[in-house]
Every structure is written in C-alpha cells, then in structure tokens.
C-alpha cells in the first residue's frame, strides 16, 4: 500500500478482555515498531522487527503485552487480560532499513473501561 | 539514564509569525529526529538530523551535536502548521528515544 495501515483506528473493550491490533507497513520495508502514546505524552517504544530477526521485546511494559510478525508484513500487537492503563493509541511504524525513517501509522485509539 | 527535552511545551502564534523550538539531549547523538503530530494523530517524519542544518521550504532544523542540542525553526507560520513537534534521539541501532513534545497552536 501506499503507507502503514493500522486497524482497528478505535477499539473500546472492558477491563480484563484481550484485544489484537493489526499493523500492514509499507511494502518492502525490512523494519517494524510498536509504539504506545498516552495522552498529551511522547512515544514510548515496545517492539522492533528487522527481516527474520529476533525481536527485541525489552520494550513490552509487562508480559500481557506480546506481538508477532509474518515475515515482513503484517503484524499483531495483542494484549492480554486490558487494565484501564492500557488506554493509549498504539501507534506502529515501518522504515526501509535499519535506522532509516521510519513512516508512521494512523494509530489504534483503545479505551479499555 | 538518556534524556530528550524539548522546549517550550506550549506555544501560541498567530499566522504569519516566526517559532524556534529546541530539544536537548543528555549525551552525543548518532541520529536525531523530528516529526510533527498533526491534531488528528498522524506523525510526520520533518527531518533526520544528526548534525548541521537542513531546510525544507519554511522549515529548518539545525543539530549541534557537540553542545547536544537542536533547533527547529518555522517561519511564516500557517494554521496547518498547528500540532505537537517532537524530536527524538536513537538508542541502540534502531529504538527512538522521544521528547515530550512542543504543543504548537497557530492563530488565523
């Protein structure tokens, strides 16, 4: 596509449910991120993916937080069992290669009450 | 541990004025970005910026990586010039450490 997609763009669930959202980055970039923005805050880094590699899940704010990634396309950001702190947009991101710029998604808006 | 601040949180202009926005960081940098948040969400990549000075059209930004600072400069503000501003610093070969951001409100 012509830009990173993310869906669902809003998602309003109960405390204690899971949620999934979906990121599609730009076609061909090697390198994925998942970011969380609390209101009126700055960006703060969860997950990269870079080709085949590993991920580096230092960032994940606890172990309900997991995500995954086909090859280099898609990937999920799932989170187990929300809490009300969970509330943020989730924003992801995709960059060509390694510490290229990185073109930003719309975001998932999730209000967990 | 690492730090990205940004000056001033707020700023109020009316169209047609000037604005210099400045991040600080607490150590040398290798990669030093700054986007825009439109009001809507969307973050845009304005510039990479690990030293010098880069414009594009009414915008520029110049990185002193030696006194760890960075400026943005907006000239001849427009209304879509309105937004957060954030710069970020890399850490480690591909996490961004981001500011809190300049929140940039641009009066018609």
């Known amino acids: 596509g012509a830009g990173v997609s993310q869906s669902p763009s809003n998602k309003v669930t109960e405390k204690g449910k899971d949620v999934e959202l979906r990121c599609d980055p730009i076609s061909g970039h090697t390198a994925l991120y998942w970011y969380r923005q609390r209101l009126g805050q700055g960006l703060e880094f969860l997950i990269y993916f870079q080709g085949n590699s590993a991920p580096d899940k230092s960032g994940l704010p606890s172990d309900r937080f997991s995500a995954e990634r086909t090859g280099e396309s898609v990937s999920t950001l799932t989170i187990q069992r929300t809490q009300q702190e969970d509330s943020a947009v989730y924003l992801c991101a995709s960059s060509l290669r390694l510490r290229e710029t990185q073109y930003f998604g719309p975001g998932t808006r999730l209000l967990v009450l | 541990g690492i730090q990205v601040e940004q000056s001033p949180p707020d700023l109020i202009l009316q169209e047609g004025a000037n604005s210099t926005l400045r991040c600080n960081f607490s150590?040398?940098?290798?990669?030093l970005q700054w986007f825009h948040q439109n009001p809507w969400g969307q973050l845009i990549n304005l510039f990479y910026i690990p030293s010098g000075t880069k414009q594009n059209g009414r915008l520029s930004a110049t990185t002193v990586a030696t006194e760890r600072y960075s400026l943005l400069y907006i000239s001849s503000s427009q209304t879509t010039d309105s937004g957060v501003y954030f710069c970020?610093?890399?850490?480690?070969?591909?996490?961004?450490?981001w500011g809190a951001g300049t929140k940039l409100i641009i009066k018609p």
């Open positions: 970020a610093r890399g850490y480690s070969n591909y996490q961004l450490i």
């Open positions: 150590d040398s940098v290798n990669n």
